[in-house]
């Protein structure tokens, strides 16, 4: 079958949708900061730890393996299905509506994470933690499946030169909504005796703000016609596979700039996310810090990181997107050796939430709208499917390796170090993309951008 006739539109800018397609970012967030971040691992790692291990698949787990593991696992299985999804998006008119019932899906599922408790009827202890870590992979799977739609919208309303800006615009609100939502639950595990019970209102409450938020971009953010159509004889799955292979096959040759971009993406993104995922647990098995005291911690990382998004947003418009990138790589591996040899008191950890905070959000923030411009404008679903298997807190490779780390040496000190290795070779990686030419190469038009 021949290629896709491909269709070209201008940008059609609207503030109100840029306003709600943020919002979606304030809806997830809740999932990222309560589920993924503070309270999820602690949480099966406890009831895990009273029964002495996880118990899988003919397979024992130690307590603080089981949720990386599940990290793991669940982006595993995005690695093929979500260059696919974004694929059959390109070629249909489906992509909010496609955004939006992921978005429900990972939403309940979150949701029914309030009935993983050791004493659920049919089920004991372990029985417990094991359905918890499958809700997870499901919220987790589902919540990347929508992430890679939500993204595909960035080139659909923001112009080249704006994009730096509105996509730092929605992490910030992100952080701000995740924030907020966290706070909640903080309030909750402070006021109640149940800690147990507070723990599961606060996994729900993440799951009802998710859905509930996400009202605003299903109200708001508008769908436009696909930017190719289908060939005759075709459907969305074949087709779909064919371009997957086809950019497989050709992104070398006709992208080489966005390729190495990608790579290292995904390798410094690997070392974000791992210490995204693993730094409740390591607080709380090295320092002995207690859920009250991280829920503290991520709300002001929360809170600081709105303001790291917005500064580095303005960095990037003074030294472009990728150089406010090689600068929070430096931090993030300043930030790693400072956690391995310097950390032992909970003020300590404090401080280090600080700089995690400015640079969470600005990395990430700009890690997007600076891909959004490598990428050929009919291809963006697909090429954000690539992107989003590194993305908040579902790399693989990260989570694994320090769950390999602790499995073999008990220790979550000596694990964390081996993070280091991302940011140093995704950092390297990165410094000789040529951005000007991976614009041009991919159709953009560099003019307006600070490269």
């Given at each position: 079958m021949?290629?896709?006739?491909?269709?070209?539109?201008p940008?059609?800018?609207?503030?109100?949708?840029?306003?709600?397609?943020?919002?979606?970012?304030?809806?997830?967030?809740?999932?990222?900061t309560?589920?993924?971040?503070?309270?999820?691992?602690?949480?099966?790692s406890?009831?895990?730890?009273?029964?002495?291990g996880?118990?899988?698949?003919?397979?024992?787990f130690?307590?603080?393996?089981?949720?990386?593991?599940?990290?793991?696992?669940?982006?595993?299985?995005?690695?093929?299905?979500?260059?696919?999804?974004?694929a059959?998006?390109?070629?249909?008119?489906?992509?909010?509506?496609?955004?939006?019932?992921?978005?429900?899906?990972?939403?309940?599922?979150?949701?029914?994470?309030?009935?993983?408790?050791?004493?659920?009827?049919f089920l004991?202890?372990?029985?417990?933690?094991?359905?918890?870590?499958?809700?997870f992979?499901?919220?987790?799977?589902?919540?990347?499946?929508?992430?890679?739609l939500?993204?595909?919208?960035?080139?659909?309303?923001?112009?080249?030169?704006?994009?730096?800006?509105?996509?730092?615009?929605?992490?910030a609100?992100?952080?701000?909504?995740?924030?907020?939502?966290?706070?909640?639950?903080?309030?909750?595990?402070?006021?109640m005796?149940?800690?147990g019970?507070a723990?599961?209102?606060?996994?729900?409450l993440?799951?009802?703000?998710?859905?509930?938020?996400?009202?605003?971009?299903?109200?708001?953010?508008?769908?436009?016609?696909?930017?190719?159509?289908?060939?005759?004889g075709e459907?969305?799955?074949?087709?779909?596979?064919?371009?997957?292979?086809?950019?497989?096959?050709?992104?070398?040759?006709?992208?080489?700039?966005?390729?190495?971009?990608?790579?290292?993406?995904?390798?410094?993104?690997?070392?974000?996310?791992?210490?995204?995922?693993?730094?409740?647990?390591?607080?709380?098995?090295?320092?002995?810090?207690?859920?009250?005291?991280?829920?503290?911690?991520?709300?002001?990382?929360?809170?600081?990181?709105?303001?790291?998004?917005?500064?580095?947003?303005?960095?990037?418009?003074?030294?472009?997107a990728?150089?406010?990138?090689?600068?929070?790589?430096?931090?993030?591996?300043?930030?790693?050796?400072?956690?391995?040899?310097?950390?032992?008191?909970?003020?300590?950890?404090?401080?280090?939430?600080?700089f995690?905070?400015?640079?969470?959000?600005?990395?990430?923030?700009?890690?997007?709208?600076?891909?959004?411009?490598?990428?050929?404008?009919?291809?963006?679903?697909?090429?954000?499917g690539?992107?989003?298997?590194?993305?908040?807190?579902?790399?693989?490779?990260?989570?694994?390796?320090?769950?390999?780390?602790?499995?073999?040496?008990?220790?979550s000190?000596?694990?964390i170090?081996?993070?280091?290795?991302?940011?140093?070779?995704?950092?390297?990686?990165?410094?000789?993309?040529?951005?000007?030419?991976?614009?041009?190469?991919?159709?953009?038009?560099?003019?307006?951008?600070?490269?």
């Amino acid at each position: 079958m021949g290629d896709a006739v491909a269709v070209h539109r201008p940008v059609d800018t609207n503030r109100r949708e840029i306003w709600s397609w943020a919002m979606y970012d304030w809806a997830n967030s809740a999932f990222s900061t309560i589920v993924v971040t503070t309270l999820l691992g602690p949480y099966l790692s406890s009831l895990a730890q009273d029964v002495g291990g996880v118990h899988f698949l003919g397979i024992f787990f130690e307590p603080d393996a089981f949720f990386p593991t599940m990290v793991s696992l669940s982006v595993i299985l995005q690695v093929f299905f979500l260059p696919l999804l974004g694929a059959i998006a390109d070629y249909s008119a489906l992509k909010k509506r496609l955004m939006l019932t992921f978005a429900f899906v990972g939403a309940t599922a979150t949701l029914l994470l309030f009935f993983v408790d050791a004493n659920l009827p049919f089920l004991d202890a372990n029985g417990a933690v094991v359905l918890g870590g499958l809700l997870f992979v499901i919220a987790n799977l589902t919540f990347g499946a929508a992430i890679v739609l939500y993204n595909a919208f960035l080139p659909d309303i923001a112009e080249p030169k704006d994009r730096d800006r509105v996509s730092s615009f929605g992490w910030a609100m992100g952080y701000l909504g995740g924030g907020i939502a966290l706070a909640i639950a903080l309030g909750l595990f402070t006021l109640m005796e149940d800690k147990g019970l507070a723990v599961r209102i606060g996994l729900a409450l993440a799951g009802a703000w998710w859905l509930l938020f996400s009202a605003f971009p299903a109200r708001y953010l508008r769908q436009r016609p696909p930017l190719k159509q289908l060939p005759p004889g075709e459907n969305y799955l074949t087709q779909g596979v064919k371009q997957i292979t086809r950019t497989l096959k050709t992104i070398y040759r006709d992208y080489p700039e966005t390729l190495k971009y990608l790579i290292a993406y995904l390798i410094y993104n690997d070392g974000i996310q791992t210490v995204i995922v693993v730094a409740t647990l390591f607080a709380a098995t090295e320092l002995g810090a207690g859920a009250d005291v991280l829920m503290i911690l991520i709300l002001m990382i929360q809170f600081m990181a709105f303001f790291g998004a917005l500064i580095f947003g303005k960095l990037a418009e003074r030294i472009g997107a990728k150089k406010s990138i090689i600068l929070s790589l430096i931090i993030w591996a300043g930030i790693v050796i400072y956690a391995y040899a310097l950390l032992y008191e909970i003020w300590q950890l404090f401080l280090l939430g600080v700089f995690v905070a400015l640079v969470m959000g600005g990395s990430q923030a700009l890690s997007r709208s600076l891909y959004s411009q490598l990428i050929p404008r009919k291809n963006e679903s697909e090429f954000f499917g690539f992107y989003e298997i590194s993305e908040r807190g579902t790399s693989w490779i990260g989570p694994a390796l320090f769950a390999a780390a602790v499995q073999f040496t008990g220790s979550s000190r000596l694990a964390i170090l081996s993070v280091i290795v991302f940011f140093v070779v995704g950092l390297l990686l990165l410094i000789p993309v040529n951005v000007r030419k991976a614009m041009l190469d991919a159709g953009n038009d560099p003019t307006g951008v600070v490269l």
